[in-house]
Nanobody
Framework: QVQLVESGGGLVQPGGSLRLSCTASRFRISTYAMNWYRQVSGKERELVARISDRGGNTRYADSVKGRFTISRDNGNNMVYLQMNSLTPEDTALYYC???????WGQGTQVTVSA
Protein backbone atom coordinates (compact mmCIF):
# COMPACT_ATOMS: atom_id res chain seq x y z
CA GLN A 1 0.00 0.00 0.00
CA VAL A 2 1.34 3.40 -1.00
CA GLN A 3 1.72 5.91 1.78
CA LEU A 4 2.66 9.56 1.76
CA VAL A 5 4.23 10.56 5.04
CA GLU A 6 4.58 14.15 6.17
CA SER A 7 6.82 15.42 8.94
CA GLY A 8 8.21 18.65 10.29
CA GLY A 9 5.15 20.26 11.79
CA GLY A 10 5.08 21.74 15.25
CA LEU A 11 4.53 24.81 17.36
CA VAL A 12 6.30 27.98 16.28
CA GLN A 13 6.07 31.62 17.25
CA PRO A 14 4.79 34.23 14.80
CA GLY A 15 7.57 35.22 12.44
CA GLY A 16 9.22 31.85 12.76
CA SER A 17 9.95 29.17 10.21
CA LEU A 18 9.27 25.50 9.67
CA ARG A 19 10.22 23.04 6.99
CA LEU A 20 7.77 20.31 6.14
CA SER A 21 8.87 17.12 4.44
CA CYS A 22 6.94 14.49 2.52
CA THR A 23 8.06 11.13 1.27
CA ALA A 24 6.35 8.09 -0.21
CA SER A 25 6.74 4.50 0.74
CA ARG A 26 6.79 1.82 -1.96
CA PHE A 27 6.28 4.44 -4.68
CA ARG A 28 8.47 6.76 -6.68
CA ILE A 29 7.07 10.29 -6.86
CA SER A 30 9.65 11.63 -9.30
CA THR A 31 7.36 11.56 -12.34
CA TYR A 32 4.44 13.28 -10.67
CA ALA A 33 3.48 16.80 -9.78
CA MET A 34 3.08 17.18 -6.03
CA ASN A 35 0.98 19.46 -3.90
CA TRP A 36 0.84 20.75 -0.36
CA TYR A 37 -2.61 21.46 1.02
CA ARG A 38 -3.72 22.72 4.39
CA GLN A 39 -6.95 22.52 6.29
CA VAL A 40 -8.36 24.29 9.30
CA SER A 41 -11.05 22.45 11.20
CA GLY A 42 -14.44 23.34 9.78
CA LYS A 43 -13.04 24.82 6.59
CA GLU A 44 -12.32 23.45 3.14
CA ARG A 45 -8.91 22.12 2.29
CA GLU A 46 -6.79 24.78 0.61
CA LEU A 47 -4.10 24.25 -2.02
CA VAL A 48 -0.98 25.94 -0.68
CA ALA A 49 1.69 25.06 -3.23
CA ARG A 50 2.28 22.87 -6.24
CA ILE A 51 5.46 21.69 -7.94
CA SER A 52 5.89 20.00 -11.31
CA ASP A 53 7.48 16.59 -11.67
CA ARG A 54 10.98 17.93 -12.26
CA GLY A 55 10.58 20.98 -10.08
CA GLY A 56 10.77 23.52 -12.86
CA ASN A 57 7.32 24.95 -12.27
CA THR A 58 5.79 26.00 -8.99
CA ARG A 59 2.57 27.68 -8.00
CA TYR A 60 1.44 29.19 -4.72
CA ALA A 61 -1.69 30.39 -3.03
CA ASP A 62 -1.75 34.17 -2.83
CA SER A 63 -1.76 33.95 0.95
CA VAL A 64 1.68 32.31 1.06
CA LYS A 65 3.48 33.86 -1.93
CA GLY A 66 6.85 35.24 -0.95
CA ARG A 67 6.85 33.33 2.33
CA PHE A 68 6.61 29.65 1.38
CA THR A 69 8.80 27.69 -0.99
CA ILE A 70 8.02 24.25 -2.36
CA SER A 71 10.88 22.09 -3.58
CA ARG A 72 11.68 18.50 -4.27
CA ASP A 73 14.55 16.04 -4.28
CA ASN A 74 13.58 13.29 -6.66
CA GLY A 75 16.71 11.31 -5.95
CA ASN A 76 15.61 10.93 -2.36
CA ASN A 77 11.89 10.75 -3.14
CA MET A 78 11.16 13.86 -1.08
CA VAL A 79 9.06 17.00 -1.36
CA TYR A 80 9.51 19.96 0.96
CA LEU A 81 7.65 23.06 2.03
CA GLN A 82 9.79 25.77 3.54
CA MET A 83 7.58 28.15 5.49
CA ASN A 84 8.93 31.50 6.63
CA SER A 85 7.40 34.52 8.33
CA LEU A 86 4.67 32.37 9.76
CA THR A 87 1.53 33.97 11.13
CA PRO A 88 -1.29 32.55 13.25
CA GLU A 89 -3.36 32.38 10.06
CA ASP A 90 -0.99 29.65 8.82
CA THR A 91 -2.10 27.36 11.63
CA ALA A 92 -3.55 24.24 10.02
CA LEU A 93 -3.08 20.58 9.29
CA TYR A 94 -0.78 20.35 6.29
CA TYR A 95 -1.10 17.51 3.79
CA CYS A 96 1.09 16.21 1.05
CA UNK A 97 -0.80 15.16 -2.10
CA UNK A 98 -0.03 13.32 -5.29
CA UNK A 99 -2.92 14.50 -7.38
CA UNK A 100 -2.66 12.12 -10.33
CA UNK A 101 -3.23 9.12 -8.06
CA UNK A 102 -5.23 10.90 -5.35
CA UNK A 103 -2.71 9.89 -2.72
CA TRP A 104 -2.74 11.79 0.57
CA GLY A 105 -0.64 11.73 3.68
CA GLN A 106 -2.00 11.74 7.20
CA GLY A 107 -1.08 15.38 7.69
CA THR A 108 1.27 17.24 9.99
CA GLN A 109 0.01 19.93 12.34
CA VAL A 110 1.46 23.41 12.17
CA THR A 111 0.54 25.77 14.99
CA VAL A 112 1.69 29.37 14.99
CA SER A 113 1.20 30.99 18.36
CA ALA A 114 2.96 33.20 20.82
Amino acid sequence: QVQLVESGGGLVQPGGSLRLSCTASRFRISTYAMNWYRQVSGKERELVARISDRGGNTRYADSVKGRFTISRDNGNNMVYLQMNSLTPEDTALYYCNLEARDYWGQGTQVTVSA
